[in-house]
C-alpha cells in the first residue's frame, strides 16, 4: 500500500460523518505513516505516544492473562482517542464528545480491519 491510499482512506474516515475529527495511522514502533487533519499537533509526538499507549494497553492485558489487545480507548470531557490495532500498524482517530461513541468507534473498527488488509 502506498501513502496515497493510505492518506486516502484516513480521509475517507474524517469526512465520514462519524465524529472522527482527525487521524493517523503510526508504525508499532512509533514512526509516523500518514495523518489526516493533525496539522498543529507534533506527528513524532503524538506517533510515539500512540505506539506506546498500545505497547502499555497489551503488557497490561497480559497481565490479566487476557490475549491480542485490538484497542485503547482515552475518554476525556472533550472527546475521544481511539487507538486501534492495524495489523502492523496503529490507527488512532480523535473523535468528537458531541458524538455517541458507537459510530466513531465502529468507523475506527471498519478502517483498521481496511487498513489491516493492505498492510
Known amino acids: 500500500m502506498n501513502y496515497q491510499e493510505i492518506q486516502s482512506i484516513l480521509h475517507d474516515l474524517v469526512e465520514s460523518g462519524a465524529g472522527v475529527k482527525s487521524a493517523a495511522l503510526v508504525s508499532r514502533d512509533g514512526l509516523p505513516m500518514a495523518c489526516e487533519r493533525m496539522n498543529d499537533l507534533d506527528r513524532d509526538r503524538i506517533a510515539a505516544m500512540v505506539a506506546g499507549l498500545m ?42 464528545a458531541s458524538m455517541p461513541l458507537g459510530m466513531p468507534l465502529s468507523r475506527a473498527s471498519e478502517v483498521s480491519k481496511k487498513l489491516a488488509e493492505k498492510l
Do not use: H, P
Open 55 to 96: 505497547t502499555m494497553g497489551s503488557r497490561s492485558a497480559l497481565e490479566f492473562s487476557l490475549k491480542n489487545l485490538k484497542q485503547v480507548i482515552l475518554s476525556c470531557d472533550d472527546g475521544y482517542a481511539i487507538i486501534q490495532a492495524a495489523k502492523d500498524a496503529v490507527l488512532c482517530a480523535i473523535a468528537d
